[in-house]
């Protein structure tokens, strides 16, 4: 038995995804599309069978602990991204959209989050949960506990098909000391070397810390606010998000610079780009940057500003393996000049000149950084901000 879900692109009407005797999965573009769900499967009459498919499908999910509680939930299973989607797929990253059902126009605005439940939610455990028990419908990929709201007038609703999310949420997880700081931190740091970067705020409610993140995939508009499609490398390469980590068979940076000449349209400047972020998080130990990481817009043809950015070596109990390998080393202290000027010589480019022209405008990072630790958000979490300074200048001095 064949089971459908509509598939939108934005307001656009694109096509069906279709579940075959409840395992296999296709998709078949409408006859009138004018858009590409994925570069990887471009506008067709032929249909798009099960590889490409489940990888593009299965990578718009939440990942770990939020799948298995969203699964349980809603009642289906959590190894079923037909299900899943079929569930939870109102608002996704970029602007793909799944309905059983053509959609009807709403007449009132969404579910309105009161600012009791807003503080419920951030104070909580499992805070996604709670968002999900509303009855909403929208999917986010990644691991951590977080959310996606739309914000309109300084008041959160939940996002669906007719209202996009404007922001995304992250919140606070006592497992990874001040996580938020870490990644505000990080971020701000890297916005200060030049690389473009999500735009955030740290918000504390009660002595509780969020990160309030707006969504680089929306155009907003004075009256409307309009999804634009992302999709990830994982999507780009067919890679499903079970196996994102390189070791697993997930993206490596050649792949990814692959990538970036098969659909850039600014190749030049998105293979620079690559370059600074591989340098940028060997300096602060950002171990955890697998191919879900990096995304395209199609919009523009070119990479998405950069997201995820934490210093993951401060945790003694997370792997200081690389997602992606540098010149084949994982250990990322490991990690050399000699390394890192081999990997992008395989990437077709003047590796010596592509690292002395990083590292020259990389040269006051710890004074930047030292320079960003006085500023009030993160004088009271000094201990965790010390920490990714002093991992800093112990790579750069390496690096040299
Ligand atoms: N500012 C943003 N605008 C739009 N989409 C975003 C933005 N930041 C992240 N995303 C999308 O949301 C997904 C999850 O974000 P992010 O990687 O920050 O979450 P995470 O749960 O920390 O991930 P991980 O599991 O890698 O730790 C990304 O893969 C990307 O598709
Ligand atoms: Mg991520």
Redesign the pocket.
């Known amino acids: 038995m064949n089971k459908i879900l509509k598939v939108y692109l934005e307001k656009e009407y694109i096509g069906e995804l279709i579940e075959k005797d409840g395992q296999r999965l296709r998709f078949v573009y409408d006859l009138d599309a004018k858009s590409d769900i994925s570069l990887r499967m471009p506008r067709s009459t032929q249909t798009h069978y099960h590889k490409a498919t489940y990888a593009f499908f299965e990578?718009l999910l939440?990942?770990?602990n939020i799948l298995e509680l969203i699964a349980r939930g809603k009642g289906v299973s959590q190894n079923n991204p037909f299900s899943l989607l079929s569930v939870i797929g109102e608002d996704c990253?970029?602007a793909i959209h799944l309905h059983q059902y053509v959609p009807l126009i709403p007449e009132k605005l969404p579910e309105y989050i009161s600012k009791t439940e807003l503080n419920q939610i951030i104070s909580g455990k499992n805070n996604a949960r709670f968002i999900y028990q509303k009855g909403n419908r929208f999917s986010?990929?990644?691991?951590?506990?977080?959310t996606t709201v739309m914000i309109k007038d300084d008041k959160f609703y939940a996002p669906n098909f007719f209202y996009p999310s404007t922001h995304?949420i992250?919140f606070d997880n006592h497992h990874f000391a001040n996580i938020l700081h870490n990644?505000l931190f990080c971020t701000l740091l890297a916005n200060s070397l030049g690389l473009s970067t999500?735009?955030?705020e740290l918000i504390t409610e009660n002595d509780v810390p969020y990160l309030l993140?707006?969504?680089?995939?929306?155009a907003k508009n004075p009256n409307e606010i309009r999804r634009l499609h992302?999709?990830?490398f994982c999507q780009l390469l067919s890679v499903s998000s079970k196996n994102?980590y390189q070791k697993e068979g997930g993206p490596c940076f050649r792949s990814v610079i692959k990538t970036i000449n098969e659909f850039s349209y600014r190749v030049a400047s998105d293979t620079l780009m690559i370059a600074k972020i591989l340098v940028f998080n060997v300096l602060i130990g950002n171990c955890?940057?697998?191919g879900?990481?990096l995304?395209l817009l199609h919009t523009t043809r070119s990479l998405?500003?950069f997201?995820?950015l934490?210093s993951t070596v401060i945790y003694e109990h997370i792997s200081t393996n690389m997602a992606m390998s540098i010149n084949k080393k994982y250990e990322v202290n490991d990690i050399n000049k000699q390394d890192i000027t081999n990997e992008f010589n395989k990437w077709g480019i003047n590796g010596e000149r592509m690292f002395a022209l990083i590292i020259n405008d990389f040269k006051h990072i710890v004074k930047y950084a030292q320079a960003l630790s006085k500023e009030t958000i993160f004088t009271s979490k000094q201990a965790t901000i010390f920490k990714i300074i002093e991992f800093i200048e112990r790579q750069f001095i390496r690096l040299q």
Do not use: C, W
Request: hydrophobic content about 20%; overall charge negative; charged content about 40%.
């Open positions: 990578n939440p990942e770990g990253a970029g986010l990929a990644g691991a951590r506990d977080k995304i992250k990644e999500s735009k955030m993140i707006e969504r680089f995939d929306r992302q999709e990830d994102k955890d940057y697998h879900k990481n995304s998405t500003p997201y995820d934490v």
